[in-house]
């Protein structure tokens, strides 16, 4: 199946906002086996300069997931998500995100380049406070693999 | 804590490694949502062609955020972190599973206090992690 290009530069609606809780935090530390203090202890947190615990570099993805499924899983588009693997990931950051943040996320198709029987298609991602502040920029590349 | 005097472009960082067993992957299913079958389901897993259950690329990328954090001495330092998924890391169903194991180098010196680092992450002798690379702001 052939990946619609008309998307390319598509922005789709904003998530729904999402509160970072300190709980979410430390299940998500604890799942990557990551013991920092900042990401259980307020206490260190606060001694260390932030206003909660923090979230991992990774954490994020939780948030850009939801929206950049928005736009991936658009029929329009055309990506069969069952030849779908990750390809690349990075994300550039004002500040971490801590416990108490409440933001939204926001994607535009930013990537659609064919490579061989391959399409890879990046979306663009924004995390964003809901008093506007820019917290967070996810670029996810997702492949798929040609069924040919 | 590291200092941006501290660092010299070329130093190589400690290397470091990870376990990654069934465990991981079922608590990391659960912590980030990503529920795809090939993480948790090896009889799914091979039907699809693959070798066993896999680890979540995101997974491995955190491995390689911890690293990097913990050099730094600040889980906040973090101002880029880029990783292209360059091969599988493959997780037997036994008490070891599997092992990520990273490197990296002192790339860039950058302004602001900006340090760039050059990562490897490798499993089994594969290269999981390519041109991964984290910015990271020092005192």
């Known amino acids: 199946m052939a990946v619609n290009a008309s998307y390319l530069g598509r922005t789709f609606p904003a998530t729904e906002p999402y509160e970072v809780s300190r709980v979410k935090i430390a299940d998500f530390a604890e799942a990557i086996g990551d013991r920092n203090p900042l990401y259980t202890d307020a206490g260190a947190a606060k001694a260390a300069g932030y206003p909660d615990v923090i979230a991992p570099p990774t954490f994020p993805i939780v948030i850009t997931m939801a929206a950049s499924r928005a736009a991936i899983g658009d029929p329009g588009l055309g990506i069969d998500y069952a030849m779908v693997v990750h390809g690349e990931q990075r994300f550039t950051y004002s500040r971490p995100l801590h416990a108490g943040d409440v933001v939204v996320a926001q994607s535009t198709i930013s990537g659609i380049r064919e490579v061989g029987s391959m399409t890879m298609?990046?979306?663009?991602?924004?995390?964003?406070?809901?008093?506007?502040?820019?917290?967070?920029?996810?670029?996810g590349t997702l492949v798929e693999r040609g069924s040919e | 804590m590291t200092t941006f005097a501290d660092v010299a472009v070329g130093t190589d960082l400690p290397p470091a490694s990870y376990p990654v067993?069934?465990?991981?992957?079922?608590?990391?299913?659960?912590?980030?949502?990503?529920?795809?079958?090939?993480?948790?389901?090896?009889?799914?897993?091979?039907?699809?062609?693959?070798?066993?259950?896999?680890?979540?690329?995101?997974?491995?990328?955190?491995?390689?955020?911890?690293?990097?954090?913990?050099?730094?001495?600040?889980?906040?330092?973090?101002?880029?972190?880029?990783?292209?998924?360059?091969?599988?890391?493959?997780?037997?169903?036994?008490?070891?599973?599997?092992?990520?194991?990273?490197?990296?180098?002192?790339?860039?010196?950058?302004?602001?206090?900006?340090?760039?680092?050059?990562?490897?992450?490798?499993?089994?002798?594969?290269?999981?992690?390519?041109r991964a690379r984290a910015v990271v702001r020092l005192p």
Request: proline residues 2%; hydrophobic residues 40%; contains cysteine.
């Open chain 1, 121 to 139: 298609v990046t979306t663009q991602t924004e995390i964003k406070t809901t008093g506007g502040e820019l917290v967070c920029t996810g670029y």
């Open chain 2, 21 to 130: 067993t069934r465990l991981s992957l079922v608590k990391y299913c659960g912590a980030s949502g990503d529920f795809n079958v090939i993480h948790w389901n090896e009889r799914i897993a091979r039907s699809v062609g693959l070798p066993n259950v896999i680890a979540h690329g995101m997974f491995t990328m955190a491995q390689a955020g911890r690293y990097v954090t913990d050099w730094a001495g600040d889980a906040g330092a973090m101002r880029e972190f880029g990783v292209r998924f360059s091969a599988m890391v493959v997780v037997p169903d036994d008490d070891t599973g599997a092992t990520i194991e990273l490197s990296g180098t002192v790339e860039e010196k950058l302004d602001g206090n900006l340090v760039a680092v050059a990562l490897t992450a490798r499993s089994r002798d594969a290269k999981v992690l390519s």
